[in-house]
C-alpha cells in the first residue's frame, strides 16, 4: 500500500540556520510528491511538488528532491526565519490509488530568533 | 487569487446532534475532498467528488454523508454526534483528479462535540 513516514518533531532551530525534513514513501505505482505546510489555525497550503524521479520542487527557499532509489523527498532550506515556523507534512497522490493523497504525520518546525 | 471557501469556521454541538459543513471550492475545481484533522494528526481523507459524483471513499463512518451539488459547493452531513468527532474539518480542491494536481485546502472547520 501507500504511506508516507516523516521525521518525528518537534524540530527547533535559531533562524539562518539550515533545514531538513525527511520523508521517504512507499507506493504501487510512481506517484507524484508534495510538501505541505500548515500554518496555525489554517489549512494545508501547497509548498512545493515533483511529479517524477530526479525532479527538483522548489518555493520560498525550499527545495526537494524526488529520489526513487531512495524513495525519499526531504525538505530543505538552506536558512531558516521565523516566519518558516509551522507544520510540514509530506505527502504523495498515486493513480495507482484513485489519485488520493496520502500525508506524513507532519512535522513541527519552531524557529526562534 | 479566490481560494477554498469553508464555513461555519467554528462549529460547537452537543452528542447526537447534527451538523453541517459547508464548502465552496476555487472556481472551476471540479474535484473536491474532505479531510478530518485530529489534534496533532495528519489529516484523514473521509470521502471525494468529482463532476457531483463520489469519486473515492475513505474512513468516513457511516453518520456522515456528503455531496456536491451542481454548482460545484459540497456538504458534509455529520449525525448522531459523538465526542471523538471533535477535529478540523477540511474541504480541498482541485481541478482534475490527476495525480499531479495539488489540492487546494480551506482554512477548515473546527468543530467542538460536548
Known amino acids: 500500500g501507500n504511506s508516507v513516514t516523516q521525521m518525528e518533531g518537534p524540530v527547533t532551530l535559531s533562524e539562518e540556520a539550515f533545514l531538513t525534513i525527511n520523508c521517504t514513501y512507499t507506493?504501487?505505482?510512481?506517484?507524484?510528491l508534495f510538501w505541505y505546510v500548515q500554518y496555525p489555525g489554517e489549512g494545508l497550503q501547497l509548498l512545493l511538488k515533483a511529479t517524477k524521479a530526479d525532479d527538483k520542487g522548489s518555493n520560498k527557499g525550499f527545495e526537494a528532491t524526488y529520489r526513487k532509489e531512495t524513495t525519499s523527498f526531504h525538505l530543505e532550506k538552506g536558512s531558516v526565519q521565523v516566519s518558516d515556523s509551522a507544520v510540514y507534512f509530506c505527502a504523495l497522490s498515486d493513480a495507482n490509488t484513485g489519485n488520493q493523497f496520502y500525508f506524513g504525520t507532519g512535522t513541527s518546525l519552531t524557529v526562534i530568533p | 487569487a479566490a481560494g477554498v471557501i469553508q464555513s461555519p469556521r467554528h462549529l460547537i454541538k452537543e452528542k447526537r446532534e447534527t451538523a453541517t459543513l459547508k464548502c465552496y471550492p476555487i472556481p472551476r475545481h471540479d474535484t473536491v475532498y474532505w479531510y478530518q484533522q485530529g489534534p496533532g494528526q495528519d489529516p484523514q481523507f473521509l470521502i471525494s467528488f468529482y463532476e457531483k459524483m463520489q469519486s473515492d471513499k475513505g474512513s468516513i463512518p457511516d453518520r456522515f454523508s456528503a455531496q456536491q451539488f451542481s454548482d460545484y459547493h459540497s456538504e458534509l452531513n455529520m449525525s448522531s454526534l459523538e465526542l471523538g468527532d471533535s477535529a478540523l474539518y477540511f474541504c480541498?480542491?482541485?481541478?482534475?483528479?490527476?495525480?499531479?494536481?495539488?489540492?487546494?485546502f480551506g482554512n477548515g472547520t473546527r468543530l467542538t462535540v460536548t
Open positions: 507506493a504501487t505505482g510512481y506517484p507524484s
Open positions: 480541498a480542491s482541485s481541478l482534475g483528479q490527476g495525480q499531479d494536481s495539488p489540492l487546494h
